[in-house]
């Protein structure tokens, strides 16, 4: 278990951006969203989480890491991270872009209090606006 957890860290380290993403990334990724066909979920949204760049990877053991803003009324209110650890079969790496809406006040405060956690995961691809909406 410790070797497992060891490659995970490894692995998180490998893909991981470097520094905090910037405001303008992070602008440019809720662009890319919008144009994607999501501006409606961003206008009606009380407020999202994005991550302009998240890198994955994984050689039977993967993981993933990205650093983004969080925003409100379409300021940024804070700064947040994800990752993700996974075992399985698997070989390669990728790197996209994610947001996630709140559809309420009471969703951000849960964000917002401390660790949140995502079980199952729903997921679309946009491959021609380069994009992945997590809902």
């Known amino acids: 278990m410790k070797t497992i957890f060891a490659v995970a860290l490894s692995l998180l380290t490998f893909v991981s951006p470097a520094g905090w993403a910037d405001e303008s990334k992070e602008k440019e990724t809720v662009e890319l969203f919008r144009n994607a066909g999501t501006g409606g979920m961003i206008d009606s949204a009380h407020g999202y989480a994005v991550f302009p760049s998240i890198g994955k990877g994984g050689i039977g053991i993967g ?34 872009s994610q947001i996630i809406f709140f559809r309420d006040a009471s969703a951000f405060n849960d964000f917002s209090s401390g660790n949140f956690e995502f079980g199952a995961q729903a997921s679309a691809v946009a491959l021609t606006a380069g994009a992945s909406a997590q809902t």
């Open 63 to 96: 993981g993933a890491y990205g650093k983004g803003g969080v925003y409100v009324g379409g300021k940024r209110v804070g700064l947040t991270s994800m990752s993700q650890v996974s075992y399985g079969l698997q070989l390669g790496g990728q790197a996209y």
